[in-house]
Nanobody
């Protein structure tokens, strides 16, 4: 069984930055794709970014390209999401998830382990 726990959310002004962390336990994260998803009130969950096994493959949603960066530290079993130039449309609950088939997709149904999420609010 694999467990994921997010942290780093909070309130930030437009144009600001945040770094989210996802700590994975129970199994090595090296054989999984780890993805970040977000869900705003009244909207469907959206895949934001994902990183494949060993960190050599990355994928981003068009809405965050050039602003968000996903990375991993295998020694700390942690995946990060660095978010810059935040705007109010980035507000939502951000969750990390693991795909044991390592498919590098941004669709939620590919992921079989999920964290509880961390709230991000972008507002002045």
């Amino acid at each position: 069984q694999l467990q994921l726990e997010e942290s780093g959310g909070g309130l930030v002004q437009p144009g600001g930055s945040l770094r989210l962390s996802c700590v994975i336990s129970g199994r090595t994260l090296d054989y999984h794709t780890i993805g970040w998803f977000r869900q705003a009130p009244g909207k469907e969950r959206e895949g934001v970014a994902c990183i494949g096994s060993y960190g050599s493959r990355l994928k981003y949603a068009d809405s965050v390209k050039g602003r968000f960066t996903i990375s991993k530290d295998s020694a700390r079993s942690t995946v990060y999401l660095e978010m810059n130039s935040l705007n109010p449309e980035d507000t939502g609950v951000y969750s990390c998830a693991a795909d044991s088939l390592d498919l590098l997709q941004l669709t939620a149904y590919n992921y079989n382990y999920w964290g509880q999420g961390t709230q991000v609010i972008v507002s002045s």
